[in-house]
């Protein structure tokens, strides 16, 4: 699975759109771009997926780029409790039955 | 959607002692079962993974003998920490692979005192 890299921290005020940034330049045709949220002392929550189109569901949107090798998340209206750690993560179909691999992903704070 | 339960939410054992932590498969039957441990501010780690009616894989740096995964049915996978020590205390989470990605545990926070 394609390495991703996120940044570490960002903060997003209340009722304002968090747009989370992920960087994914290795990744190949059959990749998929995941991303996942672990808000505290919780276990991780799926938020969406996408290929290679944009996807909107109602949580979030993904956006990759054409090239596929970023992508952002968009929380159109961040609420206190969108306060997490949120994991951008690249994966094939084809990896079968694997475990998801978990980075350091980025910790959004949403203030109010 | 497919939801497993995981159980209990927040342990407190004695050092020595064992806990068991179960992970069930409320509406999907999984045939695998992953276990990850956090600890403070890191990230998740994955510890084993279990495979219903075989022998659980362990990561490398993994005690076995410590941590017992017993996957014995489709619906249920469990994690005995034995002789518990309080480097052992952290947030323990299960997942399982469902058609549209991955399902998690609300996972179990582990103290030993």
């Known amino acids: 699975d394609a390495k991703t890299t996120q940044p570490t921290s960002m903060d997003c005020a209340e009722g304002r759109a968090a747009n989370l940034p992920c960087n994914h330049s290795t990744i190949s045709g059959n990749e998929y771009v995941y991303w996942y949220r672990q808000i505290h002392s919780q276990g991780p929550q799926y938020i969406i997926h996408?290929?290679?189109n944009n996807e909107t569901n109602e949580m979030a949107s993904l956006i990759i780029t054409e090239d596929r090798k970023s992508s952002t998340l968009i929380l159109p209206h961040a609420t206190l409790r969108d306060t997490a750690v949120y994991y951008c993560?690249?994966?094939?179909?084809?990896?079968?039955?694997?475990?998801?691999?978990f980075g350091k992903g980025t910790r959004l704070s949403v203030i109010a | 959607g497919a939801v497993v339960s995981q159980h209990p939410s927040r342990v407190i054992c004695k050092s020595g002692t064992s806990v068991k932590i179960e992970c069930r498969s409320l509406d999907f039957q999984a045939t695998t079962m992953f276990w990850y441990r956090q600890f403070p501010k890191q990230s998740l780690m994955l510890m084993a993974t279990?495979?219903?009616?075989?022998?659980?894989?362990?990561e490398q740096g993994v005690e076995k003998d410590k941590f017992l995964i017993n996957h014995a049915s489709l619906t249920l996978s469990t994690l005995t920490v034995t002789s518990a020590h309080p480097e052992d205390s952290s947030f323990y989470i299960c997942g399982a692979k469902v058609p549209y990605g991955y399902t998690f545990g609300s996972g179990t926070r582990l103290t030993v005192v």
């Open positions: 993560i690249v994966r094939s179909d084809a990896s079968g039955n694997t475990p998801l691999v």
């Open positions: 996408g290929l290679k």
């Open positions: 279990s495979n219903e009616g075989s022998k659980a894989t362990y």
